[in-house]
């Protein structure tokens, strides 16, 4: 129980990753609160996984709704330990094509919200004089790019220099903040996509591990974030891609 008596926050959780994360934690000991703005799902995630856990609704681009999600779990534990920033909206158009409304409500949701959340919760713990840890989900697409997913791609890249940011102006406070960067991961939304054997095929050719993976393997990088086996990280963002950032061709696909 590397978590025993800490205190996490994980936005975006209903589902997918940011689920896994919450599953992982409390598992490992943590006292979690699940927060997403999907309500009703978010309630039975919350259930699901067990161990105490309390689901609190937010918006993540909202100030008042991040204020008051930090609030109600000061109230609560006294004290947030980790935060992990997962809460991410995706919207698929050409570059030609993508409106400025739906390009602001990627950007709200993926830049901003981090950058909400991870100040109001560092001001806590700062406020507290107590260590912490900060894990910002970024994405390969951080680095590489889809030519039809502008602003999700835009965002991810500027939440690897908000966590190199953040790193730097919250480590003379003891508090670490550290990104993971996802390849093609097993979500209900891969998933899928894979149904299909073309999409399947062009996933798998720029893998070369051969499979995609799978969220808990995203969870088990948080936990070694949030816990003192990672002490002496602070402004990195770990890819767990299954080698696809290395690769500079394509690998074959078995039928």
């Known amino acids: 129980m590397r978590l025993d008596k800490k205190t996490a926050i994980v936005t975006g959780a209903a589902q997918g990753i940011g689920l896994a994360c919450a599953h992982a934690l409390a598992q490992a000991g ?7 703005i999907n309500s009703m799902l978010g309630v039975k995630s919350a259930d699901a996984v067990g161990h105490g856990a309390w689901f609190v609704t937010c918006d993540v681009g909202d100030a008042e709704s991040v204020a008051g999600l930090v609030e109600t779990v000061e109230k609560a534990f006294g004290h947030i330990d980790i935060l992990v920033n997962n809460a991410a909206v995706v919207h698929g158009a050409d570059f030609l094509e993508i409106s400025e409304a739906d390009f602001d409500s990627v950007i709200r949701t993926n830049l901003k919200g981090a950058f909400l959340v991870g100040q109001t919760v560092a001001r806590s713990m700062v406020r507290r004089q107590q260590r912490g840890a900060i894990i910002n989900m970024s994405s390969i697409n951080a680095v590489v790019a889809i030519g039809n997913q502008v602003p999700y791609s835009v965002a991810k890249g500027g939440l690897n220099q908000l966590t190199k940011v953040m790193a730097l102006a919250l480590a003379p406070h003891g508090i670490r903040v550290n990104g993971i960067g996802p390849g093609s991961i097993g979500t209900e939304m891969l998933k899928a996509v894979m149904a299909d054997d073309g999409a399947r095929r062009t996933v798998l050719s720029r893998t070369p591990m051969g499979r995609i993976g ?8 948080a936990v070694f974030l949030a816990s003192d086996d990672s002490s002496y990280v602070t402004g990195q963002t770990l890819y767990a891609d299954g080698g696809r950032l290395a690769l500079n061709y394509v690998v074959p696909v078995p039928d």
């Open 30 to 36: 943590a006292r979690v609160v699940l927060a997403d």
């Open 214 to 221: 799978e969220p808990d393997e995203i969870a088990r990088i």
